[in-house]
């Protein structure tokens, strides 16, 4: 046999090799969070109107553990407390003991971004609520992460039209070892 055939048969078997083994990219991280303690006491927020000022404290702890694990298509997922869940819909009927899974954005590069949407009709009008998960960085293997949680509400209703505001409080986060 050539060198030429053998060479092809090798660098068929090495390629069929690299399918079987999968492509070594980003597969799960975990995070041991610490949200800003000063901003979570008084959560600060900016509406598009330009007004500005303080929401008082979001019930979370200060300490928390995330894990970002890669979707099915490239995508990425976060699970964070299910506290969260509670926060954002009330009382699904969930424990708080359960993971909140948030669908998140590509994980080959950064920033980041985990999105919750939520929708409400009131006699005051209609609300859409938006939580992101926001992790500014160029990789989700890092040793260290920092970023910020947001809600956005806007709000619709006849007499005032529409309007957005956004809280959010920062967090750093250190990578757990596995």
Not at 72 to 79: A, F, H, P, S, V
Not at 104 to 117: D, K, V, W, Y
Not at 137 to 147: K, T, V, Y
Request: one cysteine or more.
């Amino acid at each position: 046999m050539s060198m030429r055939g053998t060479a092809g048969k090798w660098g068929a078997g090495a390629a069929l090799a690299g399918l079987l083994v999968g492509c070594g990219g980003f597969e799960k991280s975990v995070y041991d969070i610490e949200l800003n303690a000063e901003e979570l006491s008084d959560v600060p927020f900016r509406c598009e109107s330009g007004t500005e000022g303080h929401e008082g404290a979001w019930d979370l702890p200060v300490q928390q553990r995330w894990t970002i694990t890669a979707g099915e298509y490239g995508d990425t997922l976060m699970q964070v407390p299910g506290l969260y869940r509670t926060r954002f819909h009330g009382d699904t009927g969930v424990s708080d003991d359960v993971p909140y899974e948030l669908d998140g954005t590509r994980s080959s590069e950064g920033p980041f971004q985990f999105l919750a949407i939520d929708s409400a009709d009131g006699e005051e009008g209609s609300f859409l609520f938006t939580h992101r998960f926001f992790i500014d960085g160029d990789s989700l293997e890092a040793d260290r992460i920092q970023g910020f949680l947001e809600t956005r509400t806007t709000s619709s209703d006849i007499l005032t039209g529409e309007g957005s505001c956004s809280a959010r409080v920062g967090f750093t986060g250190r990578r757990v070892k596995q």
